[in-house]
Nanobody, 123 residues
Framework: QVQLVESGGGLVQAGGSLRLSCAAS?????????MGWFRQAPGKEREFVAA????????NFADSVKGRFTISRDNAKNTVYLQMNSLKPEDTAVYYC???????????????WGQGTQVTVSS
């Protein structure tokens, strides 16, 4: 079992930046979990944004955010980050972090989810 708490969301103008954080607490070592970020805009399904492997050596991104977003983790702080640059109004959504012990299905296969943090990008 792992608990995930996102933070760092807010309102930003188009072209701006935000950094989301996701703090994990678990009976298992944080580095046991691959981590992902997802988002859900109003009226749309939740979609994959980015993922990072347990050790941080592998990352993957949705095409819509490649070159603008980066994902990183600090296993000593039990935290994963999503740095979002060059934000666009279409990035507006609730952003969720997720954890799973396997990285094999990084676009979908997560057992644990946070409550989400709202990101709003104004034009």
């Amino acid at each position: 079992q792992v608990q995930l708490v996102e933070s760092g969301g807010g309102l930003v103008q188009a072209g701006g930046s935000l950094r989301l954080s996701c703090a994990a607490s678990s009976g298992r070592t944080f580095s046991s979990y691959a981590m992902g970020w997802f988002r859900q805009a109003p009226g749309k399904e939740r979609e994959f944004v980015a993922a990072i492997s347990r050790g941080g050596g592998s990352t993957n991104f949705a095409d819509s955010v490649k070159g603008r977003f980066t994902i990183s983790r600090d296993n000593a702080k039990n935290t994963v980050y999503l740095q979002m640059n060059s934000l666009k109004p279409e990035d507006t959504a609730v952003y969720y972090c997720a954890a799973d012990t396997s990285y094999s299905d990084y676009r979908r296969g997560y057992d644990y989810w946070g409550q989400g943090t709202q990101v709003t990008v104004s034009s």
